[in-house]
């Protein structure tokens, strides 16, 4: 072999293996490449559902949010987004049955869904106006065709025909009822014929071609399909807001409320919710995604409380039982307070049989000391017999007014002893002093220490009031400053007033140093502050000080619900509650004004009155002297 065809075998050696080499190489890569591909091809998107109220129909429905799908699936790999649009009567039945891992629908739907099934909120939609300004909220439009000139206000509804879009639209009919039911105006009675439209639409199209007298949509919905050429706002009239504050420029005819909320369903994760919520938050306002569902993207979650006492004054799902109380729920949450107030009035029922029969005994003394002395001039010894028995009498009746004072006492200590012990030993295990307790036995814990508060106030009021009948009340006077006992007053009222929204004011003329008891003028002062918070839903509670020569005056106003004319004879009688929308809730005895009365007129010298509105509020006035000792020493009163 020549030295030529060995270095050519070497070569084609070399280059044999070096084309082994290169084959396994492709071969590997495309096993593993392959591989990569094969898995790749299998791995399939994550489907995610949006479901979607179509309040204008299923084809706007998708037009408008099928680009907010494509945007979440483009941010959140992995994920496959798609719109599902759901009628009014489909929302309930998707979200019960998982067929969506979100929702979208107006803040009514929404209320009801998060206490139905649990569903929270992750972002507001910022609605967005044509002339680019951006609102977080919303409202209700109430409009009719521009000719009705007989239609100025809401009041001339009455005795027209009306179409509403659906009974679950907050923005298409909840908000419309609400400010037609605070107008006078009641759309079952009033109306000649109410429907409802399915859509938005379907109503600003019945109104135009005069199939009804006026109809109600959300606000933007007139706007919005003037400008995709469908009506002439020419055509109609919006009945305005008599209130409004100029907050939003969208037509609009009744309050304002937060904008549809985005919410996650109970069965989606966590972790989802949270990419989408800042995929939402991020959105762009000049996004195609934005632009095309007509608003300025997303902000964080807003507090639709007002939609919840919405539903609640209309009585609506999930609130259609609100108020509503029947007598096994009571007998099932308040048994131990209600047997307490049995063996409570059993006590007072029997302290009035014995009082009654001590007042028949004094008047059958007075009508026998009255015989006794006609007697006086015809018989002598007839005289004396009466005489003896008028002593007999008597000495029986200090007896029994003995016997009555023990009662107040052993009725006082007796059960405010066992009162206080249960007070005391409820609000230890509330502190936890005993270990902590779960939120079943917490719950239960803190209405056994309220009620035991409660009776422990309604046993004082009736003590209180034995001892001023019977003339055993301890009175105690003593110099002290005005200011003290009536800022000590509303310090102790304010957690009640702040608990409902109410505002505390105080308005005095000047702090003049007082002669009186200052413990009975501080109960007096508590009994009208804590009426006044009671019967007060809104607005505030004010406190004024008045001096008019030796007297002090002290007024508590109320913006809250009023008494009746008729009902005004009973206010400070014992026991007498008056029927008011608020009486479940407040609660009482009918005590504390009577109670508040006997205190001011036979403690402190003074008087009591009231003046009231229905529906508009009250105001309850004490005054008193300012030296009560030297007013007592100067009339010969025995104190």
Same mark, same amino acid.
């Not at 020549?2 to 492709?26: D, E, F, H, M, Y």
């Given at each position: 072999?020549?030295?030529?065809?060995?270095?050519?075998?070497?070569?084609?050696?070399?280059?044999?293996?070096?084309?082994?080499?290169?084959?396994?190489?492709?071969?590997?890569?495309?096993?593993?490449? /392959?591989?990569?591909?094969?898995?790749?091809?299998?791995?399939?998107?994550?489907?995610?559902?949006?479901?979607?109220?179509?309040?204008?129909?299923?084809?706007?429905?998708?037009?408008?949010?099928?680009?907010?799908?494509?945007?979440?699936?483009?941010?959140?790999?992995?994920?496959?987004?798609?719109?599902?649009?759901?009628?009014?009567?489909?929302?309930?039945?998707?979200?019960?049955?998982?067929?969506?891992?979100?929702?979208?629908?107006?803040?009514?739907?929404?209320?009801?869904?998060?206490?139905?099934?649990?569903?929270?909120?992750?972002?507001?939609?910022?609605?967005?106006?044509?002339?680019?300004?951006?609102?977080?909220?919303?409202?209700?439009?109430?409009?009719?065709?521009?000719?009705?000139?007989?239609?100025?206000?809401?009041?001339?509804?009455? /005795?027209?025909?009306?179409?509403?879009?659906?009974?679950?639209?907050?923005?298409?009919?909840?908000?419309?009822?609400?400010?037609?039911?605070?107008?006078?105006?009641?759309?079952?009675?009033?109306?000649?014929?109410?429907?409802?439209?399915?859509?938005?639409?379907?109503?600003?199209?019945?109104?135009?071609?005069?199939?009804?007298?006026?109809?109600?949509?959300?606000?933007?919905?007139?706007?919005?399909?003037?400008?995709?050429?469908?009506?002439?706002?020419?055509?109609?009239?919006?009945?305005?807001?008599?209130?409004?504050?100029?907050?939003?420029?969208?037509?609009?005819?009744?309050?304002?409320?937060?904008?549809?909320?985005?919410?996650?369903?109970?069965?989606?994760?966590?972790?989802?919710?949270?990419?989408?919520?800042?995929?939402?938050?991020?959105?762009?306002?000049?996004?195609?995604?934005?632009?095309?569902?007509?608003?300025?993207?997303?902000?964080?979650?807003?507090?639709?409380?007002?939609?919840?006492?919405?539903?609640?004054?209309?009585?609506?799902?999930?609130?259609?039982?609100?108020?509503?109380?029947?007598?096994?729920?009571?007998?099932?949450?308040?048994?131990?307070?209600?047997?307490?107030?049995?063996?409570?009035?059993?006590?007072?029922?029997?302290?009035?049989?014995?009082?009654?029969?001590?007042?028949?005994?004094?008047?059958?003394?007075?009508?026998?000391?009255?015989?006794?002395?006609?007697?006086?001039?015809?018989?002598?010894?007839?005289?004396?017999?009466?005489?003896?028995?008028?002593?007999?009498?008597?000495?029986?009746?200090?007896?029994?007014?003995?016997?009555?004072?023990?009662?107040?006492?052993?009725?006082?200590?007796?059960?405010?002893?066992?009162?206080?012990?249960?007070?005391?030993?409820?609000?230890?295990?509330?502190?936890?002093?005993?270990?902590?307790?779960?939120?079943?036995?917490?719950?239960?814990?803190?209405?056994?220490?309220?009620?035991?508060?409660?009776?422990?106030?309604?046993?004082?009021?009736?003590?209180?009031?034995?001892?001023?009948?019977?003339?055993?009340?301890?009175?105690?006077?003593?110099?002290?400053?005005?200011?003290?006992?009536?800022?000590?007053?509303?310090?102790?009222?304010?957690?009640?007033?702040?608990?409902?929204?109410?505002?505390?004011?105080?308005?005095?003329?000047?702090?003049?140093?007082?002669?009186?008891?200052?413990?009975?003028?501080?109960?007096?002062?508590?009994?009208?502050?804590?009426?006044?918070?009671?019967?007060?839903?809104? /607005?505030?509670?004010?406190?004024?000080?008045?001096?008019?020569?030796?007297?002090?005056?002290?007024?508590?106003?109320?913006?809250?619900?009023?008494?009746?004319?008729?009902?005004?004879?009973?206010?400070?009688?014992?026991?007498?509650?008056?029927?008011?929308?608020?009486?479940?809730?407040?609660?009482?005895?009918?005590?504390?004004?009577?109670?508040?009365?006997?205190?001011?007129?036979?403690?402190?010298?003074?008087?009591?009155?009231?003046?009231?509105?229905?529906?508009? /509020?009250?105001?309850?006035?004490?005054?008193?002297?300012?030296?009560?000792?030297?007013?007592?020493?100067?009339?010969?009163?025995?104190?």
């Amino acid at each position: 072999m020549t030295p030529v065809t060995q270095s050519l075998k070497r070569s084609l050696g070399v280059k044999k293996c070096g084309l082994i080499l290169a084959a396994s190489w492709i071969i590997c890569a495309l096993f593993v490449f /392959g591989g990569a591909a094969v898995f790749a091809a299998e791995k399939v998107d994550e489907q995610v559902r949006i479901g979607v109220l179509a309040n204008r129909g299923s084809v706007h429905c998708l037009k408008k949010w099928g680009p907010t799908a494509e945007y979440l699936t483009k941010q959140i790999p992995g994920h496959s987004f798609s719109i599902i649009p759901l009628g009014f009567d489909g929302i309930y039945k998707a979200v019960d049955d998982g067929e969506v891992e979100f929702i979208l629908a107006n803040p009514s739907f929404y209320v009801d869904l998060e206490v139905r099934f649990g569903v929270r909120r992750i972002a507001t939609l910022k609605n967005l106006h044509v002339d680019g300004t951006v609102y977080k909220v919303y409202a209700g439009v109430i409009f009719c065709k521009a000719d009705r000139e007989e239609i100025r206000s809401v009041q001339d509804l009455k /005795g027209k025909s009306f179409m509403a879009v659906d009974e679950r639209s907050l923005g298409g009919w909840h908000m419309a009822w609400r400010e037609l039911k605070q107008r006078g105006v009641d759309p079952q009675r009033d109306f000649a014929e109410l429907c409802l439209g399915g859509s938005h639409d379907a109503v600003v199209y019945a109104v135009r071609d005069g199939y009804v007298d006026a109809g109600s949509v959300r606000s933007d919905t007139l706007e919005r399909m003037v400008l995709e050429g469908n009506i002439r706002l020419a055509d109609f009239k919006v009945l305005p807001h008599e209130n409004c504050n100029g907050e939003i420029r969208f037509l609009h005819s009744t309050s304002h409320y937060p904008e549809w909320p985005f919410a996650k369903a109970s069965h989606t994760s966590d972790e989802l919710a949270e990419e989408v919520a800042v995929a939402l938050v991020q959105m762009p306002t000049r996004s195609l995604a934005a632009q095309t569902a007509k608003c300025a993207g997303w902000t964080i979650p807003q507090n639709y409380r007002p939609v919840h006492e919405c539903l609640m004054e209309l009585h609506l799902s999930p609130y259609e039982n609100y108020g509503k109380v029947t007598f096994a729920d009571v007998l099932r949450q308040y048994w131990s307070w209600m047997l307490s107030i049995v063996v409570l009035a059993t006590l007072i029922f029997l302290f009035v049989i014995r009082a009654s029969r001590l007042e028949e005994r004094l008047k059958q003394s007075a009508q026998d000391e009255a015989a006794l002395q006609q007697a006086h001039d015809e018989l002598e010894e007839k005289v004396a017999e009466r005489t003896v028995d008028l002593e007999v009498a008597n000495n029986r009746l200090q007896d029994m007014d003995k016997l009555k004072s023990m009662f107040i006492a052993s009725m006082s200590h007796e059960l405010r002893t066992p009162l206080n012990s249960i007070i005391g030993f409820s609000g230890l295990l509330l502190q936890g002093v005993a270990g902590e307790l779960n939120d079943k036995q917490k719950d239960s814990m803190e209405r056994i220490y309220r009620s035991g508060n409660h009776l422990l106030g309604l046993i004082s009021d009736v003590i209180d009031i034995s001892k001023i009948e019977a003339g055993r009340v301890d009175v105690f006077y003593e110099p002290f400053p005005l200011k003290e006992v009536v800022e000590e007053a509303i310090e102790t009222i304010r957690p009640q007033a702040d608990a409902k929204g109410l505002v505390l004011e105080l308005n005095e003329d000047t702090w003049p140093r007082m002669n009186s008891d200052r413990k009975r003028l501080l109960q007096c002062l508590l009994n009208y502050l804590s009426n006044a918070v009671k019967f007060s839903e809104t /607005g505030k509670v004010s406190l004024t000080v008045t001096i008019i020569e030796d007297m002090v005056e002290i007024q508590v106003s109320d913006t809250g619900i009023g008494i009746a004319p008729e009902d005004m004879p009973k206010l400070f009688e014992a026991f007498e509650r008056l029927d008011t929308h608020l009486r479940v809730k407040a609660g009482g005895t009918g005590l504390g004004l009577y109670l508040t009365k006997k205190i001011t007129e036979e403690l402190l010298q003074g008087s009591v009155s009231v003046e009231s509105r229905l529906d508009e /509020g009250s105001t309850f006035a004490l005054r008193i002297p300012l030296d009560v000792a030297k007013v007592i020493e100067e009339d010969g009163h025995d104190c």
